[in-house]
């Protein structure tokens, strides 16, 4: 069942950030109502917890979230028609940045309006029941909005308190202050949360449950990490599914392996895309745009033409050469379901002599290959500087895990596709890294194979197997980077594990020639630093201008 509410008549009544003053106090404010007359109904407290869900969709599935949680990291580099490369590469990254900004904006907007929910649900009208259930969603919420906080900007403002009207002030909070807070709201959830839920996206206690064990992982709590991971893979119903390529079908986006999503509707008219009369503060593209970010130029070569199951190229961003050789693609049946390397005639117009519909049009290929008089090839030295820095970035291996063919055209930007926020697969992979870090390299071998298996294509399955000698912590990597790849954690990754920067010194030069420790934060954006009154408390993190 698809997520319960997109229409957020009463949102704004209570979100803001933190210095300006908001205009959404007036433009969502249906008949003149109060937010404490709106608030104290059922129906419209109802109205705020479906909102606070709907922030959700500014960072998973968009282009600003791909580009802070992907982008800067071992697996990825510059497309050419990449509009933020100061994040993908650093280059002159600065308080600017219109993704930091528009980010930072509705994190902080998604924050005020858990804590009004958190403060007025007891005069909400609601039953008992249902405001324990509600303000367990809220508490859940604000703990996973905070996490996104203090990860990309460090010790940043923060509050569990609603702001109402203009503030010019803002604090500088440490950030074990920001994870004291997640871990009580956590506690909260996983107490007070339903077991499942009839409406497909909402929090259950199994998500609070998996987010936590990211969390303690992220603390270095590899004991509760270890345990609460084993609680998901064993104590549920949840299971992988057996083919690795399932995941990403279409048609069966609500599977076993999922544990939690943000959820975009078939019927686009429901999801996020600006509308001036029904979601005026909507996104300018609206649903999940995924489809497009990672597919590369095709449209203009020999026998080629823009359709729907090619995709829409918007040439974003590239692999990495490293990302691409983590794989053995004989023994692993994850390149082959994650990436595209060949594409067919779709146009006899453009199609060079002899070539028809469906022959293979253009090949690209992380190996050195002999040029092809039937069609184009573009191979490894062709895309890829011999240091492993972008050539072509606009000819490259495509992310197509998030392709979306049953769009209603070729140029349409919304795809309908749920984001996969936790699934099962990443227990495994906390659960194996809490594991070596508590010493114990043959359960953590354990979980890895668990997953490899799954991966293994038929006859390859002794390859895929690892042994407790193998695992250390960079394999781990490796190994998140070949399961995850793309889905939004790979910057928080490698800052977790303190292997940001080592890792893009070896594997990514197009961002090494860049990066600075500093880096290990995102800038706040300019115009909140503007905005304060109290710039000797809160400033600017340090080395950005």
């Given at each position: 069942?698809?997520?319960?509410?997109?229409?957020?008549?009463?949102?704004?009544?209570?979100?803001?950030?933190?210095?300006?003053?908001?205009?959404?106090?007036?433009?969502?404010?249906?008949?003149?109502?109060?937010?404490?007359?709106?608030?104290?109904?059922?129906?419209?407290?109802?109205?705020?917890?479906?909102?606070?869900?709907?922030?959700?969709?500014?960072?998973?599935?968009?282009?600003?979230?791909?580009?802070?949680?992907?982008?800067?990291?071992?697996?990825?580099?510059?497309?050419?028609?990449?509009?933020y490369?100061?994040?993908?590469?650093?280059?002159?990254?600065?308080?600017?940045?219109?993704?930091?900004?528009?980010?930072?904006?509705?994190?902080?907007?998604?924050?005020?309006?858990?804590?009004?929910?958190?403060?007025?649900?007891?005069?909400?009208?609601?039953?008992?029941?249902?405001?324990?259930?509600?303000?367990?969603?809220?508490?859940?919420?604000?703990?996973?909005?905070?996490?996104?906080?203090?990860e990309?900007?460090?010790?940043?403002?923060?509050?569990?308190?609603?702001?109402?009207?203009?503030?010019?002030?803002?604090?500088?909070?440490?950030?074990?202050?920001?994870?004291?807070?997640?871990?009580?709201?956590?506690?909260?959830?996983?107490?007070?949360?339903?077991?499942?839920?009839?409406?497909?996206?909402?929090?259950t206690?199994?998500?609070?449950?998996?987010?936590?064990?990211?969390?303690?992982?992220?603390?270095?709590?590899?004991?509760?990490?270890?345990?609460m991971?084993?609680?998901?893979?064993?104590?549920?119903?949840?299971?992988?599914?057996?083919?690795?390529?399932?995941l990403?079908?279409?048609?069966?986006?609500?599977?076993?392996?999922?544990?939690?999503?943000?959820?975009?509707?078939?019927?686009?008219?429901?999801?996020?895309?600006?509308?001036a009369?029904?979601?005026?503060n909507?996104?300018?593209?609206?649903?999940?745009?995924?489809?497009?970010?990672?597919?590369?130029?095709?449209?203009?070569?020999?026998?080629?033409?823009?359709?729907?199951?090619?995709?829409?190229?918007?040439?974003?961003?590239?692999?990495?050469?490293?990302?691409?050789?983590?794989?053995?693609?004989?023994?692993?049946?994850?390149?082959?379901?994650?990436?595209?390397?060949?594409?067919?005639?779709?146009?006899?117009?453009?199609a060079?002599?002899?070539?028809?519909l469906?022959?293979?049009?253009?090949?690209?290929?992380?190996?050195?290959?002999?040029?092809?008089?039937?069609?184009?090839?573009?191979?490894?030295?062709?895309?890829?500087?011999?240091?492993?820095?972008?050539?072509?970035?606009?000819?490259y291996i495509?992310?197509?895990?998030?392709?979306?063919?049953?769009?209603?055209?070729?140029?349409?930007?919304?795809?309908?596709?749920?984001?996969?926020?936790?699934?099962?697969?990443?227990?495994?992979?906390?659960?194996?890294?809490?594991?070596?870090?508590?010493?114990?390299?043959?359960?953590?071998?354990?979980?890895?194979?668990?997953?490899?298996?799954?991966?293994?294509?038929?006859?390859?399955?002794?390859?895929?197997?690892?042994?407790?000698?193998?695992?250390?912590?960079?394999?781990?990597?490796?190994?998140?980077?070949?399961?995850?790849?793309g889905?939004?954690?790979?910057?928080?990754?490698?800052?977790?594990?303190?292997?940001?920067?080592?890792?893009?010194?070896?594997?990514?030069?197009?961002?090494?020639?860049?990066?600075?420790?500093?880096?290990?934060?995102?800038?706040?954006?300019?115009?909140?630093?503007?905005?304060?009154?109290?710039?000797?408390?809160?400033?600017?993190?340090?080395?950005?201008?």
């Amino acid at each position: 069942m698809k997520l319960f509410n997109k229409y957020i008549l009463f949102a704004g009544l209570a979100a803001g950030s933190l210095a300006a003053c908001n205009k959404q106090l007036e433009e969502y404010n249906p008949g003149s109502s109060t937010s404490d007359a709106v608030y104290s109904t059922p129906e419209g407290f109802e109205s705020l917890v479906n909102a606070v869900y709907t922030y959700n969709r500014w960072w998973y599935g968009k282009e600003n979230g791909y580009n802070i949680s992907e982008m800067g990291t071992d697996i990825w580099t510059s497309g050419t028609g990449d509009v933020y490369p100061d994040l993908t590469q650093y280059n002159n990254l600065q308080a600017s940045n219109g993704a930091v900004k528009n980010l930072w904006q509705q994190l902080y907007a998604a924050i005020n309006l858990c804590n009004a929910g958190v403060t007025r649900i007891d005069g909400s009208g609601m039953t008992e029941d249902k405001k324990k259930i509600r303000g367990a969603e809220l508490r859940f919420l604000r703990a996973f909005y905070y996490w996104h906080i203090v990860e990309t900007w460090g010790n940043v403002h923060f509050t569990t308190t609603e702001t109402n009207g203009v503030v010019t002030t803002a604090n500088r909070t440490p950030v074990d202050t920001f994870y004291a807070q997640i871990f009580r709201d956590l506690d909260y959830a996983i107490a007070n949360l339903p077991l499942t839920t009839s409406d497909y996206g909402r929090a259950t206690k199994p998500v609070a449950e998996a987010f936590a064990a990211r969390m303690y992982l992220t603390r270095g709590m590899n004991q509760q990490a270890a345990d609460m991971a084993e609680k998901l893979i064993s104590g549920y119903t949840y299971k992988l599914l057996p083919k690795y390529s399932d995941l990403w079908r279409m048609d069966n986006l609500v599977n076993t392996e999922v544990i939690w999503a943000v959820n975009y509707m078939k019927n686009l008219v429901f999801d996020d895309r600006l509308d001036a009369t029904l979601y005026p503060n909507g996104h300018s593209r609206g649903a999940n745009n995924a489809h497009m970010l990672f597919a590369m130029k095709y449209d203009d070569l020999p026998g080629m033409q823009r359709d729907i199951a090619n995709m829409r190229p918007f040439n974003r961003y590239m692999p990495t050469l490293f990302m691409l050789n983590l794989f053995n693609e004989q023994a692993d049946a994850r390149y082959e379901a994650s990436f595209k390397q060949v594409w067919y005639c779709n146009n006899t117009k453009t199609a060079p002599a002899g070539m028809k519909l469906g022959d293979t049009a253009i090949y690209i290929s992380k190996y050195v290959l002999p040029d092809n008089p039937k069609y184009r090839i573009y191979d490894r030295n062709d895309i890829y500087k011999a240091n492993g820095a972008g050539l072509d970035r606009t000819r490259y291996i495509s992310l197509k895990k998030f392709d979306d063919a049953t769009r209603a055209s070729m140029n349409e930007e919304q795809s309908a596709r749920d984001v996969f926020v936790i699934r099962l697969a990443e227990m495994y992979l906390i659960a194996a890294e809490a594991q070596l870090k508590l010493n114990n390299t043959t359960k953590a071998a354990e979980y890895l194979n668990v997953l490899r298996k799954r991966a293994a294509i038929a006859g390859h399955e002794t390859e895929m197997e690892v042994k407790a000698s193998d695992v250390t912590l960079d394999f781990i990597l490796d190994e998140r980077a070949r399961e995850l790849v793309g889905e939004q954690l790979r910057w928080f990754d490698l800052k977790r594990t303190g292997k940001l920067q080592e890792r893009i010194a070896k594997y990514n030069p197009d961002a090494n020639a860049y990066f600075q420790s500093y880096h290990l934060v995102r800038p706040i954006p300019q115009d909140q630093i503007d905005a304060v009154t109290n710039k000797d408390e809160f400033s600017q993190n340090p080395q950005y201008n």
